[in-house]
C-alpha cells in the first residue's frame, strides 16, 4: 500500500509517448482516464442518481479526448470517482469542471476535492488560474465542494447567474438554473 502523498511523474519528451500522472492518497489511486475507464465511468454516473447521465460512447471519448484534464479515483481495481474537465476554448487559463462523481460509499470524506487538488497539480493544468462549473441552486453538495476549494486554495469563489431553466429545451422533467462558480485566481504554491 502506498501512503498519502505519494506521486509519481513520468514524462517524455516524444509526443507520440503517454504522459503518466499518478498519485496517492488514503490508499486511493489517482490517474488519467483512459478510453478503457469509459464504460466504469458511465456505471458510476448512471448510479449516481444525481447527475445527468449521458451516452455511454461520450463518456468513452471523455475518458480518451480529455483525460490530461480529467482524473479517475480507484481504490483496488474499482472506480470510486471521476471528474470531467477540459480547458475553456475561449480562455486557456480556466479549467471548466463538467462533473464530479463519487460512489455512495465513498461520499464525505474529502475525495471530490483531493482529486480537484490532484487534477491542478498536473502539468497540463499548470497554467490554469481559475476553476469553473456550473452548479443548479438545490445541489448543496456541488457548492460546498466549490466553496470549500476556495477555501483550501485560499482564493476567492464568485457565484453567478449562469443557464435559467428556460434555456434548456422541453424535456420531460424541467431542468433546474445553473449558477456559475468561478474559483480563483490560483496561484502556483496553493495548487
Known sequence: MHSGGESINTNTKNKNETT???GFENDFYFRKP?????AAVWELIKDSKVLDLNSSYS??????????????????????GFISGYK???????????QVAV???ARGNGLATKMLRQLLKREACKDIDY?????????QP?????????????????????FIAEDFPDE???HEDELLFTIGPITAENK
Not at 59 to 80: H, N, Q, V
Not at 131 to 139: F, G, R, W
Open 172 to 174: 420531460e422533467k424541467e
Open 20 to 22: 503518466l500522472t499518478v
Open 88 to 98: 475553456n476554448p475561449n480562455n486557456m487559463n480556466k479549467l471548466f469542471i463538467w
Open 142 to 162: 456541488s457548492q460546498s465542494l466549490f466553496r470549500g476549494l476556495a477555501k483550501k486554495l485560499d482564493t476567492d469563489c464568485h457565484i453567478n447567474d449562469y
Open 34 to 38: 483512459v478510453k478503457d475507464d469509459g
Open 59 to 80: 463518456y468513452l471519448m471523455w475518458c480518451d479526448i480529455f483525460s490530461e484534464t480529467s482524473i479517475i479515483a480507484e481504490k483496488d481495481g474499482r472506480t470510486f
Open 103 to 105: 460512489d455512495a460509499s
Open 131 to 139: 476553476v469553473e462549473a456550473t452548479v443548479s441552486p438545490s445541489n
